[in-house]
């Protein structure tokens, strides 16, 4: 007879995850602060430049390295407490038999299974188990899949989860499936005479349920450029994975650009994030071009009127939020692809040209638009360009 208690503190693994996410992230960004170049002294007072300006110099380096010595004491801090549990509840026995007969059949040992109901009220389950034999190739996406059918409830798995499972107990976790499903499809140019763009982008979810989508343009052309909206790209990834509230994440980048060897390190930042149970969609943008949301042949323009990440102390933040349907698109694109259409009227015409097509593939409309705009600007690639389409539809 299985225990019946109606919570149970089972699951470190769960707490310890997140705060190791969260410690990770911020030792990434102690790095960010403690590389940055010191101030050449000898070059300077060489140069005659002013002493006032070389302690200065000095009081920014020591500031970098007091602000990176406490991010990795946080971060330690973090790994230490890593020990929180989640508490489940057990499910019932005849549950319990029918999942562990199915994983039987695909050579799994299961040990426990546990249900609990999230904040958005929405079912999720973790099950102990582990391989019977070796070498065996499952993944949790299969065992979501048998799960699924044995509970009559669509269940997706966790992307904290391992890929396969070995012959050692572990936890895997899952999730009610999303309303939604989605896809997306990306177009690039690079501007002529440059090797690399110095737009760059991401796409990812955090957790099932949310996929997000962030585009950086650096400012110019070329490796510089490319190097800073790289930076804002990976480091937003890792603090949206890891669970930081968006207005954190972009504080503590834009003081990494504040504070960078070098004036003028300025980038845009244009962030969506999609909640595929719910369809609402989030848009926070700075500095970036517009975003588009299409439905059916009506077309929504969604703009920011701020500057750049990289200037000031307060990044200007603007946030604007949607509910999207079975069928829309949300269409993002970097300032180069506004740009290379003609006489300044930009924003206008691409709302038309989204408008009036009839592709239904993200990809396939994503190389439609970027052509266009080429054709529109004689051939030329003025600026990097990149447009990313999602399209979302009713699971």
Same mark, same amino acid.
């Given at each position: 007879?299985?225990?019946?208690?109606?919570?149970?503190?089972?699951?470190?693994?769960? $707490?310890?995850?997140?705060?190791?996410?969260?410690?990770?992230?911020?030792? =990434?960004?102690? /790095?960010?602060?403690?590389?940055?170049?010191?101030?050449? =002294?000898?070059?300077?007072?060489?140069?005659?430049?002013?002493?006032?300006?070389?302690?200065?110099?000095?009081?920014?380096?020591?500031?970098?390295?007091?602000?990176?010595?406490?991010?990795?004491?946080?971060?330690?801090? #973090?790994?230490?407490? %890593?020990?929180?549990?989640?508490?489940?509840?057990?499910?019932?026995?005849?549950?319990?038999?029918?999942?562990?007969?199915?994983?039987?059949?695909?050579?799994?040992?299961?040990?426990?299974?546990? /249900?609990?109901?999230?904040? *958005? $009220?929405?079912?999720?389950? !973790?099950?102990?188990?582990?391989?019977?034999?070796?070498?065996?190739?499952?993944?949790?996406?299969?065992?979501?899949?048998?799960?699924?059918?044995?509970?009559?409830?669509?269940?997706?798995?966790?992307?904290?989860?391992?890929? +396969?499972?070995?012959?050692?107990?572990?936890?895997?976790?899952?999730?009610?499936?999303?309303? +939604?499903?989605?896809?997306? &499809?990306?177009?690039?140019?690079?501007?002529?005479?440059?090797?690399?763009? $110095?737009?760059?982008?991401?796409?990812?979810?955090?957790?099932?349920?949310?996929?997000?989508?962030?585009? @950086?343009?650096?400012?110019?052309?070329?490796?510089? %450029?490319?190097?800073? @909206?790289?930076?804002?790209?990976?480091?937003?990834?890792?603090?949206?994975?890891? &669970?930081?509230?968006?207005? #954190?994440?972009?504080?503590?980048?834009?003081?990494?650009?504040?504070?960078?060897?070098? %004036? $003028?390190?300025?980038?845009?930042?244009?962030?969506?994030?999609?909640?595929?149970?719910?369809?609402?969609?989030?848009?926070?943008?700075?500095?970036?071009?517009?975003?588009?949301?299409?439905?059916?042949?009506?077309?929504?323009?969604? !703009?920011?009127?701020?500057?750049?990440?990289?200037?000031?102390?307060?990044?200007?933040?603007?946030?604007?939020?949607?509910?999207?349907?079975?069928?829309?698109?949300?269409?993002?694109?970097?300032?180069?692809?506004?740009? %290379?259409?003609?006489?300044?009227?930009?924003?206008?015409?691409?709302?038309?040209?989204?408008? &009036?097509?009839?592709?239904?593939?993200?990809?396939?409309?994503?190389?439609?638009?970027?052509?266009?705009?080429?054709?529109? *600007?004689?051939?030329?690639?003025?600026?990097?360009? /990149?447009?990313?389409?999602?399209?979302?539809?009713?699971?």
């Amino acid at each position: 007879m299985r225990e019946k208690e109606t919570f149970i503190n089972i699951l470190p693994e769960y $707490g310890r995850r997140r705060l190791l996410m969260f410690a990770d992230s911020i030792r =990434e960004l102690a /790095t960010s602060f403690s590389g940055l170049d010191k101030p050449q =002294e000898n070059a300077a007072e060489e140069n005659n430049e002013d002493r006032s300006d070389i302690l200065w110099q000095r009081r920014m380096q020591e500031n970098k390295i007091l602000m990176a010595n406490h991010l990795t004491e946080i971060a330690g801090i #973090m790994s230490h407490v %890593a020990e929180e549990a989640r508490r489940f509840s057990p499910v019932n026995e005849k549950s319990y038999k029918q999942v562990a007969q199915a994983l039987k059949g695909i050579n799994l040992q299961l040990k426990d299974v546990y /249900t609990m109901e999230n904040e *958005s $009220g929405f079912t999720e389950m !973790s099950l102990q188990i582990r391989s019977t034999k070796p070498n065996e190739s499952i993944t949790a996406e299969e065992i979501g899949d048998v799960i699924s059918v044995v509970l009559n409830k669509k269940l997706t798995a966790s992307v904290n989860n391992p890929f +396969f499972i070995d012959l050692e107990w572990k936890t895997f976790y899952f999730v009610e499936a999303p309303r +939604f499903h989605v896809l997306n &499809g990306v177009a690039l140019a690079v501007k002529e005479n440059e090797k690399i763009s $110095g737009d760059n982008y991401a796409i990812f979810e955090t957790e099932p349920g949310t996929h997000s989508m962030i585009i @950086s343009d650096g400012m110019g052309s070329g490796e510089k %450029a490319s190097n800073d @909206s790289q930076m804002i790209v990976e480091l937003m990834q890792k603090f949206m994975e890891a &669970g930081y509230k968006k207005e #954190m994440a972009i504080q503590m980048i834009n003081t990494v650009l504040l504070a960078g060897p070098e %004036a $003028g390190n300025m980038s845009t930042l244009d962030f969506c994030s999609v909640d595929l149970y719910t369809g609402f969609c989030e848009l926070l943008k700075i500095g970036s071009a517009p975003t588009y949301i299409k439905r059916e042949h009506l077309v929504e323009r969604i !703009s920011a009127g701020n500057l750049p990440l990289g200037i000031f102390n307060q990044p200007d933040m603007e946030i604007n939020k949607r509910r999207l349907q079975d069928g829309d698109y949300l269409i993002m694109l970097s300032d180069g692809v506004l740009d %290379a259409l003609s006489q300044g009227i930009g924003e206008d015409m691409m709302s038309e040209l989204i408008s &009036g097509t009839e592709l239904k593939n993200p990809k396939e409309i994503a190389n439609a638009m970027l052509k266009f705009c080429i054709r529109q *600007s004689k051939g030329k690639v003025r600026d990097d360009m /990149t447009i990313v389409v999602l399209g979302i539809w009713q699971s």
